[in-house]
């Protein structure tokens, strides 16, 4: 597939294409052929929608989540409260937490987890503005919402001692069984967490 | 998934990403905010050679394959066999074939293949304009390399009785095992075809 495109615009389309990460040229290449058969305005919506975002999409100075704003949406919001903060890995997690309708506070985006194998410190994730943020926001609860990774370990815990001296409730999403999955299917040390933080039965309204 | 993106021109880009063929909403929002990581550069070049590419990608009037250029680059190539001509759907299937350097030909790209029960009829695709190639530029041998479906059956069909009368040599591609595969994997149908199409054998240098 490394073929001659008998177009050098086709090539060049293919070549960008497969710059995206899980894109190949074949598939690359399938898109390509796609917008080519396609009414124009598919080609330049996409087009102008990809180099427009990267222009002016913007990271919101208070909690480092995307916006166009001065302020993201979620900060700005005066129906959020402000007191309690979801500490996030990244942007798609915010997006992802939002779309369970559970979180009624606001967030704080590391941009990456603490990783010493990966040469990643505390100094080039959000973790000195979040700390600050505590202080100066009164925050009243850190929720710490990082994958149960030795990443995501190794962050919460340097988070946790950073903020040990403050008056701050800090807390971190339950572990437990996956809803639907079988229990025959759930790892033993997930089972095991599960056993110690069991919880009272509840109807299953909630 | 469909929750708040925060950034309208980030659910912009996720949106005409997703149109895409085999791209869903999770992938989409993968590769915008992967774009959003990256340089700014990045997004550019991939807007711009989509863009670029729309607008000033045109069809070789001769065989219909793409091109920038007046006539394709196999066309107006002087090192090609003008008396041998390759039916082929589309312009995919042109580079696939360019790929295996084994033809040396020009090519006639339909556009489609007759399909009766997707409404799609000889007039749809470029037979007219094969049959005139055929008379006009003297064509000596038609090589037929659609895929051996019922729509490319039924088209190489009515090819072959378009040109029944006229001199030129009409060929098909040879049906067989797929080299690299087990023969108890070969359905049925290709099997026996590859006994009754058998060739003597030569030895493994070709």
């Known amino acids: 597939m490394n073929g001659n495109f008998n177009s050098v615009l086709l090539e060049t389309a293919v070549d960008e294409l497969s710059k995206l990460p899980g894109i190949g040229r074949k598939t690359a290449l399938r898109l390509a052929l796609h917008l080519l058969r396609k009414e124009e305005q598919a080609a330049y919506s996409l087009g102008e929608a990809l180099i427009r975002m990267r222009r002016d999409v913007r990271y919101c100075p208070r909690c480092h989540n995307i916006t166009e704003e001065p302020l ?106 996956s809803i639907g999955n079988e229990l025959e299917f759930t790892d033993e040390l997930t089972l095991g967490r599960s056993i110690i933080n069991r919880i009272p039965f509840a109807s299953p309204s909630r």
């Not at 915010?94 to 010493?116: A, K, R």
């Open 72 to 177: 993201c949406p979620i900060c700005s919001s005066s129906r959020r409260n402000p007191k309690i903060v979801c500490v996030v890995e990244n942007v798609k997690d915010v997006i992802t937490i939002e779309s369970t309708h559970e979180h009624n506070g606001l967030y704080h985006v590391l941009g990456g987890l603490i990783s010493p194998i990966d040469g990643i410190g505390p100094s080039d994730v959000e973790i000195d503005s979040l700390i600050a943020r505590v202080e100066e926001e009164k925050i009243e609860e850190v929720i710490l919402a990082l994958s149960p990774t030795m990443e995501g370990d190794t962050t919460n815990y340097y988070i946790f001692r950073r903020l040990e001296s403050s008056p701050v409730k800090i807390t971190v999403l339950a572990r437990g069984l």
